[in-house]
């Protein structure tokens, strides 16, 4: 059944739902792939094989009895990203510090698609507490990018897009603080969204950012996308900070832009995201991505958003402020890693924590708390939140003046292993593109658009908040363009993975 796991989503759902082939089918070929392959990729911390199979088994007992699929993706595979809470799996963030915890509830996202019938095949590896770029600062390992292994797939969210671009998954669940979401697809030759912040419930999510953090799909195809963004977007009571607004129509839009036409609208090329910082191989693919956008009809615009380039600046500041806050709660006193050491409840606390965070966590937290400090918040940290409102504001003028932005996804393709690990400032770089879009709170979505030096490249399409449906049409116009233009889609390019 090797044939399943080359499907996309949409496929595979309506083989499972036409009983063509079982979810038990599905679900096993899957993770078969990953018995085969992830002993060199390492994209799951965690499977769940006998979960996902009774999972698996349960849809298939419906749709035999007549009864209609609990939702479009009922039965297909998906891995998620260990940063959600599973009531039936360790929940880690790729720390030491979580090691083996497995929480007493489910995530909201996690409820979602198991309500919708998708098999959850594990958990995936990540940065740990979702702090990089490269899925190098896991406590469990490096994951290695499908197109490369001795390359990063990026992060933080490098687990979920490895496992789609080595087959081991046709969906993934990612969460984005300030382009994990994005970047990672970017690496890997496949599609990954950021919502619009408060549009995915993040009740259950374990905290990096609570401003910044948002969950999101993750496929190889827009249009699967969609589908998964219907799933598990819309409003939780429990979530505060979670929009009361129905989920846009995605997946309507992103069926209406696969037939190509972009007529009337808008794409702005934002002028601060599209200067110097970047390979030539990008530049090159995204200017050929213009020229294929205003074939399909679009008109091309520049804008400005003059506080762009600070925006790096302020997102160091906000984030490290808010990691200092969120991770005080990991204390050795209630879940967790509690150190032998000490004869104090405050000895056992630091010794936790010098022995459970790693040193991108330490470091951030040590920015944080100095700038939350007596006598440098509004230096640092107030300043930082002015910036943001002034980003916020070029947001708005901009898409005044366009429906959507557009930019590279990121500066450079996928980097070696080991490359900027020891280079913090080089390694936040990869992020310069992504930032303004978590720190406004708008969507942003990434999607494949050429190959450079043998890696794949991406196209950052920007959209307002709840502005999802068009940025899902100019996604889905441009991929199936693309596709078309170049004999298939990048992602079947991937060179075949062996352990």
Request: charged fraction near 20%; charge should be negative; proline fraction near 6%.
């Amino acid at each position: 059944m090797s044939e399943l796991i080359r499907l996309t989503a949409a496929e595979l759902a309506e083989k499972i739902h036409s009983r063509e082939v079982s979810a038990v089918e599905a679900a096993q070929a899957h993770l078969d792939r990953i018995t085969a392959v992830d002993g060199e990729v390492h994209a799951f911390l965690h499977v769940g094989a006998e979960a996902a199979l009774a999972s698996a088994a349960l849809v298939d007992e419906r749709i035999a009895a007549g009864e209609p699929p609990d939702s479009p993706l009922a039965g297909v595979p998906l891995a998620l990203k260990d940063v959600f809470t599973t009531s039936d799996m360790p929940t880690t963030c790729g720390s030491r510090i979580l090691e083996g915890w497995q929480p007493p509830y489910d995530a909201t996202v996690t409820a979602r698609l198991r309500a919708a019938g998708i098999t959850i095949l594990g958990k995936t590896n990540m940065d740990e507490f979702a702090m990089g770029s490269s899925t190098e600062h896991s406590a469990y390992g490096v994951t290695r990018n499908p197109w490369d292994t001795t390359r990063v797939p990026g992060g933080s969210g490098g687990g979920s897009a490895a496992a789609l671009a080595a087959f081991e998954a046709p969906l993934a669940i990612g969460t984005d603080t300030g382009g994990s979401i994005r970047q990672p697809a970017a690496f890997t030759g496949t599609v990954g969204v950021k919502p619009t912040y408060g549009q995915v419930s993040r009740y259950g999510l374990v905290a990096c950012a609570s401003s910044l953090d948002q969950g999101g799909p993750c496929a190889r195809t827009v249009l699967d996308a969609a589908l998964l963004h219907e799933v598990i977007g819309g409003h939780d009571p429990r979530d505060s900070t979670s929009i009361d607004r129905p989920v846009p129509a995605v997946v309507e839009a992103a069926r209406h832009g696969a037939t190509g036409d972009l007529s009337g609208l808008k794409v702005g090329v934002v002028r601060e995201l599209s200067g110097e910082g970047y390979q030539p191989g990008v530049r090159s693919a995204f200017d050929a991505s213009l020229r294929r956008l205003e074939k399909l009809g679009a008109e091309i615009v520049e804008v400005g958003c003059p506080h762009f380039e600070y925006g790096m600046a302020a997102y160091y500041l906000i984030l490290p402020s808010e990691v200092s806050s969120n991770l005080a709660r990991f204390d050795a006193m209630r879940y967790g890693l509690r150190a032998a050491e000490g004869r104090s409840a405050e000895e056992v606390m630091a010794h936790t924590r010098e022995q459970g965070f790693g040193p991108e966590v330490k470091r951030r937290i040590m920015l944080g708390t100095y700038a939350l400090s007596s006598g440098y918040y509004d230096a640092y940290y107030g300043q930082a939140q002015k910036v943001r409102t002034l980003i916020s504001r070029d947001f708005d003028a901009a898409f005044a003046q366009a429906d959507v932005l557009v930019s590279p996804t990121a500066p450079t393709v996928p980097f070696p292993i080991g490359d900027k690990i020891d280079d913090p400032l080089a390694m936040y770089l990869n992020d310069l593109a992504t930032i303004p879009t978590n720190l406004a709170g708008v969507a942003g979505m990434s999607v494949p658009n050429g190959i450079s030096e043998g890696f794949p490249t991406g196209l950052q399409i920007m959209a307002p908040a709840l502005g999802e449906a068009v940025m899902y049409r100019v996604g889905a116009a441009f991929e199936a363009a693309r596709d078309a233009d170049e004999g298939g889609p990048l992602i079947a390019r991937v060179p075949e993975v062996t352990r």
